[in-house]
């Protein structure tokens, strides 16, 4: 077989798949010695996408002063930022005296840093060969390392229009048009890259990239799970497939793929770092500080990752921990605005609300990172709040919300499906909420109570108390009924109007599932679940129907305080919490979800309901306690009213009010819509009739 035909057979096969048959056709002829040196190229590329990198490196290293491999071993070393062995082989290959030494010794000076000095020695290039595309590439790469966008961009169009086969120049074209927003094309540069070199691992990492930063998590893991195909322990591709994930809440596969971006660079603070995130909002905060320290001691000038310390040790009100590390971070950088944040919040913590005003006022928002920028007005009107700036309070809060739905998450989030699941629970409820009738000896939850209401009326502080009887078992916003509604939805019917046409097992199966989810918490002295949850009131009809002997405890606040206070907080961004951002929805959302309650307990008359008013507990803690106790069937337990004892043995409070209940029992919340009366004007006539009916 001559070396053309070869070639071609090779050739063939490579672009049918047959990577291994490809190389094994040319391994044989590599062997004998003079050796074409396309066929050198073509088993080199082969060996990359059957990702053997350091193999295919290895076949060409003799052959530097073949002036196409030197070109090729040096143009694929610095598309993959593999920089020390591109160094490495410029410094090796013999020297010509020829314009190739000219590009060789401009990507020298690129490396070092020196990006003006490259620059001028490309334009040499191009004066004496103006046609030469490697030229016109590092050029580019030296005006974009410059700033110098515009310039850039049109040097690597150069490189692409005279080698339309230089995946290294689409590459990096892709670069320049993602900086300009352009974000289309980029794409498009990236997909050509890929098209020429499908073993590029850079091209697939930034594509992948370029989709997360348009909020399409989804296609980034698409693109990031080939790349992994490839090179299963590429680090960052592993970081970032699990901060995918994460936004996209599939908690176990983003702690699956952090966990093995740390195992492939372990001196990488980054994925430390997330995996402390992660950890954080699946409430394993103690767990998360072990990582936040360890990122901390690979990086300890890292302002940012010291703030995230100080706020986790801040959450598990772990407060003179965190203060030394403020002091720790202080000293390092006295400027740092996200320390000098995490420090006023601590100062608010302790109660010294002037001191925090004063330092949240002297932070220049434009410094801080990123990621707190959202926290930042929060806490500035939290804290304006506490000082009697009601006004400089609201316009703090109105900032953060409206950044909030600027997120990739809000973005990601249907507004209209909370709605959606109300009006089909009210059409439910309509026809009499029908099931399966109960048969004798069937699990009817006479061992339940769910503790409902509307976020922010009180549940958080109602649920520690009645936690502190030895014979309750209390569930802080578990997932339990979730799992049996998801059940039912998968039923012809969907949720919840099969619960219609349920057979009497199928009933019990989902009972069964809703046991299961509270085994793992409970132990034998439990006599009494209660399982808190607010936004649930909207499924209380669903629960009252499976297990009808049920008791349900409903904590009540003035409706103004409770939109009030849901308007003011940090919430992650969900189906539920994306109408708390603005006034006028929160108002629409309550009014939906009160007026579903109301036809709730007119529809079902059977249900054995509690009211908690807010206002009492914190007036009468002890009465109202006891009443509660009464309607439970428990006894009256001694020290259930001292609920920080409570605290003191969890391991962390779940919700946005875990500052606010480690205190004692205060009334400042009381009515505290008054001072912002004005703002709730427009709305009175939705929220009057609510406001009548609960006698405020």
């Known amino acids: 077989m001559s070396e053309d035909q070869l070639l071609t057979l090779a050739k063939s096969l490579v672009d049918s798949g047959d990577l291994a048959g490809a190389e094994e056709a040319l391994a044989a002829r590599v062997k004998i010695h003079p050796i074409p040196l396309d066929t050198l190229l073509l088993l080199a590329e082969i060996r990359l996408r059957l990702n053997r990198p350091d193999e295919a490196l290895a076949l060409l290293a003799p052959y530097g002063a073949h002036r196409h491999c030197a070109d090729w071993v040096r143009e694929y070393c610095i598309g993959e930022r593999m920089n020390a062995q591109a160094t490495a082989w410029l410094n090796a290959i013999p020297k010509s005296g020829s314009i190739d030494d000219l590009i060789d010794q401009a990507v020298l000076l690129q490396l070092s840093g020196d990006a003006r000095s490259a620059a001028a020695l490309c334009r040499k290039v191009l004066t004496i060969q103006p046609d030469n595309a490697f030229g016109h590439n590092h050029l580019g790469r030296s005006l974009f390392n410059s700033g110098m966008t515009a310039e850039a961009r049109q040097a690597f169009e150069s490189a692409t229009r005279l080698a339309p086969a230089y995946s290294q120049a689409w590459h990096n074209l892709g670069h320049v048009l993602r900086a300009q927003n352009d974000l289309k094309a980029a794409m498009a540069a990236y997909g050509k890259a890929l098209a020429i070199a499908p073993y590029y691992q850079?091209?697939?990492?930034?594509?992948?990239?370029?989709?997360?930063?348009?909020?399409?998590?989804?296609?980034?893991?698409?693109?990031?799970?080939?790349?992994?195909?490839?090179?299963?322990?590429?680090?960052?591709?592993?970081?970032?497939?699990?901060?995918?994930?994460?936004?996209?809440?599939?908690?176990?596969?983003?702690?699956?793929?952090?966990?093995?971006?740390?195992?492939?660079?372990?001196?990488?603070?980054?994925?430390?770092?997330?995996?402390?995130?992660?950890?954080?909002?699946?409430?394993?905060?103690?767990?998360?500080?072990?990582?936040?320290?360890?990122?901390?001691?690979?990086?300890?000038?890292?302002?940012?990752?010291?703030?995230?310390?100080?706020?986790?040790?801040?959450?598990?009100?772990?407060?003179?921990?965190?203060?030394?590390?403020?002091?720790e971070g202080l000293v390092l950088n006295p400027k740092d605005a996200g320390i000098l944040f995490e420090s006023a919040k601590l100062h608010r913590r302790r109660r010294d609300f002037d001191g925090a005003w004063q330092i949240l006022t002297s932070i220049n928002p434009q410094q801080l990172p990123s990621r707190l920028l959202l926290s930042y007005y929060y806490e500035c009107g939290t804290t304006a709040d506490r000082v009697d700036r009601f006004d400089e309070a609201f316009t703090a809060y109105e900032k953060g919300n409206e950044l909030a739905l600027t997120s990739i998450r809000a973005r990601n989030t249907d507004p209209t499906a909370l709605p959606r699941q109300i009006e089909r629970m009210q059409k439910w409820l309509g026809h009499g909420a029908p099931t399966v009738a109960n048969g004798p000896d069937e699990d009817l939850g006479a061992d339940l109570c769910f503790l409902i209401g509307f976020p922010r009326s009180g549940t958080t502080l109602l649920d520690i108390m009645l936690d502190g009887h030895d014979r309750v078992?209390?569930?802080?916003?578990?997932?339990?009924?979730?799992?049996?509604?998801?059940?039912?939805?998968?039923?012809?019917?969907?949720?919840?109007?099969?619960?219609?046409?349920?057979?009497?097992?199928?009933?019990?199966?989902?009972?069964?599932?809703?046991?299961?989810?509270?085994?793992?918490?409970?132990?034998?002295?439990?006599?009494?679940?209660?399982?808190?949850?607010?936004?649930?009131?909207?499924?209380?009809?669903?629960?009252?129907?499976?297990?009808?002997?049920?008791?349900?405890?409903?904590?009540?606040?003035?409706?103004?305080?409770?939109?009030?206070?849901?308007?003011?907080?940090?919430?992650?961004?969900?189906?539920?919490?994306?109408?708390?951002?603005?006034?006028?929805?929160?108002?629409?959302?309550?009014?939906?979800?009160?007026?579903?309650?109301?036809?709730?307990?007119?529809?079902?008359?059977?249900?054995?309901?509690?009211?908690?008013?807010?206002?009492?507990?914190?007036?009468?803690?002890?009465?109202?306690?006891?009443?509660?106790?009464?309607?439970?069937?428990?006894?009256?337990?001694?020290?259930?009213?001292?609920?920080?004892?409570?605290?003191?043995?969890?391991?962390?409070?779940?919700?946005?009010?875990?500052?606010?209940?480690?205190?004692?029992?205060?009334?400042?919340?009381?009515?505290?819509?008054?001072?912002?009366?004005?703002?709730?004007e427009p709305y009175m006539k939705v929220l009057q009739p609510h406001i009548d009916r609960m006698g405020y």
């Open 473 to 680: 078992l209390s569930l802080e916003e578990k997932p339990t009924v979730e799992h049996v509604a998801f059940a039912l939805d998968r039923l012809p019917g969907h949720y919840p109007d099969a619960m219609s046409s349920l057979t009497g097992s199928q009933k019990a199966e989902l009972r069964l599932l809703y046991r299961s989810k509270i085994a793992q918490y409970r132990r034998p002295e439990h006599t009494l679940v209660i399982d808190k949850m607010p936004i649930r009131t909207m499924h209380a009809a669903f629960i009252h129907r499976l297990f009808p002997d049920a008791k349900f405890i409903f904590a009540e606040r003035h409706p103004c305080d409770v939109i009030l206070s849901n308007f003011m907080q940090h919430y992650a961004i969900n189906e539920a919490m994306i109408h708390f951002a603005r006034l006028n929805t929160a108002v629409v959302m309550y009014d939906s979800v009160m007026r579903l309650w109301t036809l709730t307990e007119e529809k079902l008359l059977s249900m054995r309901v509690r009211r908690v008013r807010y206002e009492s507990l914190i007036a009468d803690t002890e009465g109202v306690l006891r009443d509660a106790c009464a309607f439970l069937d428990l006894p009256w337990q001694e020290g259930m009213d001292r609920h920080q004892d409570t605290i003191a043995q969890r391991a962390q409070i779940k919700t946005n009010s875990y500052h606010q209940v480690t205190e004692p029992v205060y009334q400042r919340s009381k009515f505290r819509w008054l001072n912002y009366k004005s703002h709730f």
């Open 202 to 327: 850079s091209a697939m990492f930034n594509l992948a990239l370029l989709k997360m930063g348009q909020g399409d998590n989804t296609g980034a893991i698409e693109q990031l799970d080939t790349l992994l195909a490839l090179n299963p322990g590429h680090a960052e591709g592993l970081l970032n497939i699990g901060i995918c994930h994460h936004i996209l809440r599939e908690f176990d596969k983003a702690r699956m793929a952090f966990e093995q971006s740390i195992a492939a660079d372990p001196a990488q603070p980054r994925a430390l770092r997330h995996m402390g995130g992660l950890l954080r909002e699946m409430q394993d905060s103690w767990k998360a500080l072990d990582y936040y320290r360890s990122a901390l001691s690979i990086s300890p000038g890292n302002g940012d990752l010291r703030a995230e310390l100080i706020a986790t040790l801040e959450l598990l009100n772990e407060l003179d921990e965190a203060e030394k590390t403020v002091t």
